[in-house]
């Protein structure tokens, strides 16, 4: 009998995890989730079982954990946190990729005490991009710039705002409005998000637009830099949109009275919005991901750099978004597995640390997503 995964949540990434463990013959894979339809749909893809439950409930997701072996968080990041601490309770490792806005390792004396290993943020960045990070750092004495491009995309231009969500479509908008930390001469400050946009050309896909969003998160501590930023990718007037919108106060959770009725404009906007964000099937997407570290060793300067460009692979029907993001996460469970974690919190940088970043990358070219990562 395999490995007892539980894949808490199965929107398009968890969905995208099962079918990867699912296959290898090597996990038992039970999915839940409170929707009866994505249920059927991520069961009839992956065929691993379903478990129609309300993760919304500590509880609930408690007791789940404590009949499997292992844990993928694949919630809203507003459920990530909540999450984490009830299966830590259930004293159960646990690989997470909701991107919680709390901090998670402020759990970290919890999962020690437990004596169980849990890995956040274990998507594409941030994950892979925190993990070669983390890989980069080791090869330098120390380091001076970090830099992380990162964006989903439709293949084609054409739909609202040329945008279409792949990942919660709550947390495209809230990456609008969290202010983007950065470090700056060493020190951590903040930012408007969206702001000190930049054109950039992709090779083998064009130019696109970059802009400050806030996906740096455990880095800010982990790696000593005097420079570190990290920038949301989107076809160009994306950005502009979006400030518009914000500025307007359209992405505001603030109630106000409109109509004779109580509402919240980021509820009026997403309600209007999402649905014209929505990928139709088969409709391809592409992820774009480039990391520039630059540092010193052994008295010279030292250039780390990583870039993919990965597309929509219709022989699966998994997009883009969900295969980078959902891989390294899958990676990450087999390394879990093999007891390579001290129990704790651990961004995912430590798999760079650890020397696990080659695992990580070799999985992925396994599975058609190739990174190239380069040290000069």
Avoid at 28 to 46: F, H, N, P
Avoid at 360 to 365: I, T
Wanted: proline share 5%; with cysteine.
């Amino acid at each position: 009998m395999g490995t007892r995964v539980l894949i808490a949540g199965c929107g398009a990434i968890g969905s995208a995890v099962a079918v990867d463990l699912a296959r290898d013959g090597a996990h038992v894979v039970t999915i839940a989730d409170i929707d009866e339809d994505r249920l059927q749909r991520a069961g009839a893809q992956s065929g691993a079982r379903t478990v129609r439950a309300d993760l919304s409930q500590g509880e609930t997701l408690s007791r789940l954990a404590s009949d499997h072996d292992l844990v993928v968080g694949a919630l809203p990041s507003v459920l990530g946190c909540q999450s984490l601490t009830a299966v830590i309770a259930a004293r159960r490792p646990m690989v997470d990729i909701s991107f919680m806005a709390e901090d998670p390792l402020a759990l970290d004396a919890r999962a020690r005490e437990s004596g169980v290993a849990a890995v956040v943020d274990c998507g594409v960045a941030p994950g892979l991009s925190h993990m070669i990070v983390g890989f980069a750092a080791t090869r330098m004495s120390s380091v001076e710039r970090v830099a992380i491009y990162v964006g989903g995309l439709p293949a084609e231009r054409g739909a609202i705002f040329d945008y279409k969500a792949p990942f919660s479509p709550y947390d495209v908008i809230e990456e609008c409005v969290r202010p983007a930390r950065v470090v700056d001469e060493g020190c951590v400050v903040s930012k408007e998000a969206l702001a000190d946009p930049e054109l950039l050309h992709i090779d083998g896909f064009g130019e696109v637009e970059a802009f400050l969003t806030d996906g740096l998160r455990t880095l800010t501590r982990t790696i000593q830099s005097r420079f570190m930023i990290e920038k949301t990718l989107r076809y160009p007037g994306h950005r502009a949109a979006m400030a518009a919108l914000r500025d307007a106060g359209l992405l505001s959770t603030a109630a106000i009275q409109a109509g004779g009725c109580t509402v919240r404009p980021r509820d009026v906007t997403a309600a209007l919005l999402f649905p014209r964000w929505q990928y139709e099937d088969g409709e391809p997407d592409v992820t774009i991901l480039r990391v520039v570290v630059e540092g010193r060793r052994e008295g010279r300067n030292v250039r780390c750099t990583a870039n993919l460009l990965d597309r929509y692979d219709a022989a699966t029907g998994l997009r883009s978004m969900s295969r980078t993001t959902a891989f390294p996460a899958a990676s990450v469970v087999r390394l879990l597995e093999r007891n390579l974690f001290e129990p704790g919190v651990h961004p995912p940088e430590t798999v760079g640390h650890l020397g696990l970043l080659d695992a990580v990358l070799n999985d992925l070219a396994a599975r058609g997503v190739h990174c190239d990562v380069r040290i000069d």
